[in-house]
C-alpha cells in the first residue's frame, strides 16, 4: 500500500522566515495531496491541497509543490508568523478524493520570535 | 454550522471492557471515517463508511467494528478492549466518493488500562 513519508519531525525557523515541509510518497497512483495543520490539543483542519495535473499551488503564504517523477511533494510557508506554529500532516490518495487517505507522521512547526 | 462531535471527548476503559464511541455530524454528508492517531505515527484509517450500513475496512480494523444505521451518527466499537488500544481517535465526513473536503471532529481520547 500506499507510504507517506514526512523526514522532519520537527522543524524550528525564526518568525518571518519560510518554512519548507517535505513529504515523499510510493504509491504512483495517487493523485490528491492535502495538508492538514492541527494545533495543539485541537483537530486537524485543511489548510490547502494539490492535484497531480499541477505541480505548483498557491494560497496566500502557502504553496504546495508537487514532484511525480520524484515523488515528492512540499508545504511551503512564507512569511511565518506565530499562529502558524502547528504539527503540519501531508497526505496521499490514490481514489481521486480524499476516501483513502495516507498520512506522514507529522512536522511539528515551532515558530520562534 | 458545519460540525462534526464526538462523544465522549475522554475515556477511560479496563481492557476487557467493551468501547462504545459516538460520532454525529449535521452536513448530511454521506462518507464517514474513523483514524486513530499515535505520536509519531500520523493518523491510521480504521474504517470508511459510505452510507448507510455500507462500511469497508481501512488500513487497521483489526480489533474494531463500526456501525452506521443513520447516515449522521457512526460509532466505533471495541469490542474486548486492548491496552494497544489506547489512541486519541478521530472521526471525520466528507460530502460523498471523490469529494475532497474532509471535516474532522475534535478527538476522543482512550485510555485502556
Known amino acids: 500500500g500506499e507510504k507517506v513519508e514526512q523526514h522532519q519531525s520537527t522543524l524550528s525557523v525564526r518568525e518571518g522566515d519560510s518554512a519548507v515541509i517535505n513529504c515523499t510518497y510510493t504509491d504512483t497512483a495517487s493523485s490528491y495531496f492535502p495538508w492538514y495543520k492541527q494545533e495543539a490539543g485541537k483537530s486537524l483542519h485543511f489548510v490547502i491541497d494539490i492535484r497531480s495535473n499541477v505541480d505548483r499551488k498557491q494560497s496566500q503564504r502557502l504553496t504546495v509543490l508537487l514532484d511525480k517523477k520524484a515523488k515528492r511533494f512540499s508545504l511551503h510557508i512564507t512569511a511565518t508568523q506565530p499562529e502558524d506554529s502547528a504539527i503540519y500532516f501531508c497526505a496521499a490518495d490514490h481514489t481521486g478524493g480524499a476516501d483513502r487517505l495516507t498520512f506522514g507522521k507529522g512536522t511539528q512547526l515551532i515558530i520562534q520570535p | 454550522d458545519m460540525k462534526v462531535t464526538q462523544m465522549p471527548r475522554y475515556l477511560i476503559k479496563r481492557m476487557g471492557e467493551n468501547v462504545l464511541l459516538e460520532c454525529g455530524q449535521d452536513?448530511?454528508?454521506?462518507?464517514m471515517y474513523w483514524y486513530r492517531q499515535d505520536p509519531g505515527l500520523g493518523l491510521q484509517l480504521i474504517y470508511i463508511?459510505?452510507?448507510?450500513?455500507?462500511?469497508s475496512e481501512g488500513d487497521i480494523p483489526k480489533g474494531y467494528r463500526v456501525s452506521r444505521k443513520k447516515r449522521e451518527h457512526f460509532s466505533l466499537i471495541l469490542d474486548s478492549a486492548k491496552t494497544n488500544q489506547t489512541s486519541v481517535y478521530f472521526c471525520?465526513?466528507?460530502?460523498?466518493?471523490?469529494?475532497?473536503?474532509?471535516?474532522f471532529g475534535k478527538g476522543t481520547r482512550l485510555t485502556v488500562v
Open positions: 463508511s459510505y452510507d448507510v450500513d455500507s462500511n
Open positions: 452536513m448530511s454528508h454521506e462518507t
Open positions: 471525520a465526513s466528507s460530502p460523498g466518493t471523490g469529494y475532497t473536503e474532509v471535516f
